[in-house]
Structure formats: C-alpha cells, structure tokens
C-alpha cells in the first residue's frame, strides 16, 4: 500500500471510550488526509494536513481530532462524541506542489468496532 | 460544491468481456478526474487520472478511462475482463479549495467478473 501504514488492523472500543489511529508515511509527503469508509457512502474526508503543525477539519470532524507534529506521522483520535464510530478508517497522503491533480497514496484502513 | 456520481452500485460481466463502470462528476472549472480500485479490506489504489489533454486515457491493469466534457462523464474501461479485476471501484474529482487539494469520491461500483 505504497509507503504508508496504519495501526492496528483491527480495533474494538467500548462505549465512552477515546482511541487513537496510527498513520505514518515514508514517501515525505507533505499532505496527509483521514478518511471514513462507510458501506454505500463512499469515503468522506474527516481531516487534512498540508504541512506540519497545521491541520484542518473536513466534512465530518465532529468527535475526531488530529495533530501533526512530525511530517511522516498524522494520528487520528475517534473521541467518544463520535455518536457512530463504526466503520473503516483510511489514512492517505500526497505530495503538496500547488496542483490539483496529485493521486493519493492510501494505508491498508483500519476497521474500528464500538462494542 | 463539486460531486461525483456513480450511478451503478454493482456491475456483473463475464471473463472475457469488455467492461464498463460509469462515472459523472460535476465541478465549476477545470476537472481533474481520477479512478481508485480498493479490494476487500484494503486500501485504495490508484489506477488512472484526467489532467489534460487526450480524452482517453491509459492506466494501470489493462484500464482506460474516457473523459468526455459536454457529458460530465469519465467511464472506466477494459477491452477483455478478469476474474482478479473484481473489487470496489471509486471515481473522484479534485479541486483546490482554500489552498489545498479536495478531493470528492463517488459512492463506488462494485465490479463481479463473472468465470
């Protein structure tokens, strides 16, 4: 999955309860971007970050939160205000040179159960 | 707001066959069109992408994708279909917003090639 991994594969959380999604890269891409899989609704955007230190919300933020002190590193933390944290998780990164045509690179997901 | 719309949410052809998995987008300015195939419990891959240029255009595996404008449209394309070509097939237009690249994916198709 071309240079970026995220940990662990499978997750379980009980209700009430914070985790925390790994996610690195070694492609030295400045880019990094989560994504929410859901079965029939595509990937929508949770979070980016264009450079270190400096992230932004996506289209459903809403009981997730990021940081981004290293340039290869970008964790995803599904708080528990996240009313329906089941699903698919995917961590993606791209080069940043100005354009808009940059394909993304994914990691292998990770698959979050709230018991 | 730019949307991607796949109108097909599974697509059965037999091994051998030419294969075709629709894709319309909507996007004020230029379009910049990508393909992704995710097998099961994967991350995303990508195949091809739209930039410029000729309308048709060669990626990885075999696929080809035709870009026509006056349709909105960006079909993905095979001349003869294999059973490994199976798996979830996402179309996705991107475009800067604020700075950065955003990127919109369809709901995705899921292609069956049939032995």
């Known amino acids: 999955d071309g240079g970026i991994t995220q940990s662990p594969k499978y997750l379980f959380r009980k209700e009430g309860q914070n985790v925390t999604l790994s996610c690195e890269q070694n492609?030295?891409?400045?880019?990094m971007y989560w994504y929410r899989q859901d079965p029939g609704q595509g990937l929508r955007l949770i979070y980016y970050?264009?450079?270190?230190?400096?992230?932004q919300k996506g289209d459903i933020a809403e009981g997730y939160s990021v940081s981004r002190e290293k340039k290869e590193s970008f964790p995803l933390t599904v708080t528990s205000a996240q009313k329906n944290p089941t699903a698919f998780y995917l961590c993606?990164?791209?080069?940043?040179?100005?354009?808009?045509?940059?394909?993304?690179?994914f990691g292998p997901g990770t698959r979050l159960t709230v018991l | 707001a730019q949307s991607v719309a796949q109108p097909e949410d599974q697509v059965n052809v037999a091994e051998g066959n030419p294969l075709t998995v629709k894709c319309t987008y909507s996007v004020s300015g230029n379009p910049y069109l990508f393909w992704y195939v995710q097998y099961p419990n994967r991350g995303l891959q990508f195949l091809l992408k739209?930039?410029?240029?000729?309308?048709l255009v060669k990626g990885s595996y075999g696929f080809e994708a035709e870009f026509n404008k006056s349709q909105t449209s960006f079909h993905l394309k095979k001349p003869s279909a294999l059973v490994s070509d199976s798996a979830l097939y996402f179309c996705?237009?991107?475009?800067?917003?604020?700075?950065?690249?955003?990127?919109?994916f369809g709901t995705g198709t899921k292609l069956q090639v049939i032995p």
């Open positions: 970050s264009q450079i270190v230190n400096d992230f």
């Open positions: 996705a237009v991107s475009s800067l917003s604020g700075g950065y690249q955003k990127v919109t």
């Open positions: 492609l030295n891409h400045d880019a």
């Open positions: 993606a990164s791209s080069p940043r040179t100005g354009g808009t045509y940059n394909e993304q690179f």
């Open positions: 739209y930039i410029t240029g000729d309308n």
